[in-house]
């Protein structure tokens, strides 16, 4: 339909208000209490207009657009009534706009702006309402707030929890909670719905919840924007919450192709972002993608990318989570991928560096498979031919063998020996070793007293394999006190019940031989420090506590103080820090045509960094290989969430649900998974306990008046 606005002709959608069609016309009204996705209240009177043939200036937000209207925002009487409503608002409201967190994005002040009234012209009545800052996640700023029922609206009409509501006080109106009892006594979902829809700085993020380097987006919604894949968790944990497996697990795999080894075994920095801290506790996410993998019966594998084949050849050297994910993706844009490993079996750091009791043969085989058969697709000839056992000192050379790009991600697979007296006694190990030969089926022998020197997550694999084979005692001793120690809390608590000692904030002194030049370990002198950091240049300095020193009798040492990769000084690749490989945004090395990803260029850091990474370098090496580097997976169709979220169940605000373990003392002499599967009951109670704090950036940001 058309009508006419301030003199010009607009094309209005049906059912649209005046407001609405003007705005979508580029026509500025002011306007306040009205939200795009919200049901127009006609309670602040900014929008005034006045309609030809009608009496009286109406509000454009609550009045219909028809065929042949004419209206005018700009008539002497919407003008009076505006600017009266205007000062009306501003007559209660603090004039201190730079203090307020919405300052540069507040609606009433564009608004204010907009009409030219000045904050120092303001009539200020004050109103001594005490800030509500005793809820998690949510602030509520009562000085600020404008009454405009937004926040009303968008609790009770657009999620269906009904928590906020206009309360009569001695001060006037203002929005609060029936019964002023807090939030979550109240129901509420802490979905921020009211947070988003507020134009004022009245409710908002709890100060220093959001970060300055993180974008709107990656604020609302923390868990995916630090996972360095970006998994999409809210949308996977909605399936869980509902028990799709499939689809949850197909949510998972449009990132990573390890869906259930990252469920086992991801450090999940995205839980320590989880807004749900705040609130006792965070989702367990990880644990959940597991619970989705167990159950998952394939029926994504259809809607893998699969095009046609290029004629381009492109090596991997090094079959680790890096290398894996990019072989996979290289070969869904039709390129011929050889991998190239010099272990006789797949898998990297994933098979090699992780205990079995935390991450299976079984487990990571199924996954490996998974990953050459949709690689391979229904091609007569496999994509991808993998060259176990066959180590690569010169990947440059591969460009002279017929291959188009060559990707190194041959990981950190030496371990550090720190330059101390005793290390190289007899029965002293290297994490790295150790590890593997226990994986390998030949395990080091530890019968014995064992000290691993080392605090992160490694060191207590090392300790917790020690422990299963067979050693009289195991202690582990590190550097940081345990509050700064890189292992996570689980990871110690676990190692504390099967044995495990920790002397954390110890500096290691010596390995000392059993008796003078017998040549074998007799034990370990360390010494507790007060104070540990390392200084500008990135040096440790210890701060040592005089007469602190231990002697702990050991039989074997293992050091767990960092690895590093192998084979890369030969290279004839430029180098940083040593041994690892430069490379660009691009993740190219410093030869054209070869590219690096995951530890061997980040150093150690995550399974879930080096999938990233495999992701990057995949991209960039499809590109070189004159592809469009998408490899943006679709399998399944995308849902829009449904808005609603109802009341919150009492069972809301519990804590996380725990799996089951195996008890210590049955763990202790075998490599068995002892953490089990949530039950699909668990999984779903604990996937309810998600905000959805994404269905947040499904409401409209409304526009200022400078964006029309
Ligand atoms: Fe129309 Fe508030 S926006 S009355």
Known sequence: MRLTINGQEVEAREGASVLDAALEAGIFIPHLCSHPDLEAAGGCRLCMVEVEGQDGPVPACRTQARE????????????????????????THPTDCT????????????????????PQRWYVKSRPVATDDSNPLITHMFTRCIRCGRCVRACREVRGVGVLDYQRTESGIRIGIDGSVSLEEAGCRFCGACVEVCPTGSIVDVVG????????????????????????????????????????????????????SLGCICTHNCEGECKRNHLSGPLSICRLKRAAAVRDTGEWKSRVRHEPLTGKRAAVVGAGPAGLTAALYLAEKGHKVTVFEANERLGGQLRYGIPAYRLPDAT????????????????????????????????????????????????????????????????????????????????LDVSGRVMVLGGGNVAYDCARTAVRLGATSVDVACLEAEEKMTSTPEERTEAAEEGVVLHDAYAFNSIDETEEGSGRVGGVTIQKISRFYFDENHRAVTELVEGGELTIPADYVIFAVGQKPEDTMGMGLELTHGPYLVADANLQTSHEGVFAAGDVVTGTKSVIGAIAQGRT???????????????????LDYEKASPRLGRAPETFYEGRVEPEFVPAEQREHNFEVFECPFSEAEAKEEASRCLQCDLRLQLTTPRLWNEY
């Open 364 to 443: 990571l085989d199924g996954e490996i498979d998974t990953i050459l058969e949709i690689a391979n697709g229904s091609d007569d000839e496999p994509r991808v031919e993998v060259r176990a056992g066959e180590r690569v000192t010169d990947p440059v050379g591969l460009l002279d063998q017929g291959y188009d790009a060559v990707l190194v991600s041959v990981g950190t697979h030496a371990g550090t020996r720190l330059p101390m007296k005793g290390s190289e006694l007899e029965g002293v190990y290297l994490n790295t070793d150790f590890l593997k030969a226990a994986r390998e089926g030949h395990p």
């Open 68 to 91: 042949g209207m004419v209206v005018s925002s700009t008539g002497e009487r919407a003008e009076h009534v505006r600017r009266m409503a205007m000062e009306l608002i501003l007559a």
């Open 617 to 635: 370098a995949a991209e960039a090496m499809d590109r070189y290989l004159g592809g469009d580097g998408d490899i943006t997976a679709e399998l």
């Open 209 to 260: 919840l959001n970060r300055d380097d993180r974008s709107r987006e990656g604020n609302v919604v923390p868990c995916r924007d630090t996972c360095p894949a970006h998994v999409d968790i809210p949308r996977y944990l909605r399936y869980v919450k509902e028990g799709e497996w499939e689809e949850a697990t197909a949510v998972v795999r449009e990132k990573v192709p390890f869906p259930e």
């Open 99 to 118: 203090g307020c967190p919405k300052y540069g994005t507040c609606e009433l002040q564009s608004m204010y702006q907009y009409m030219g009234v000045s």
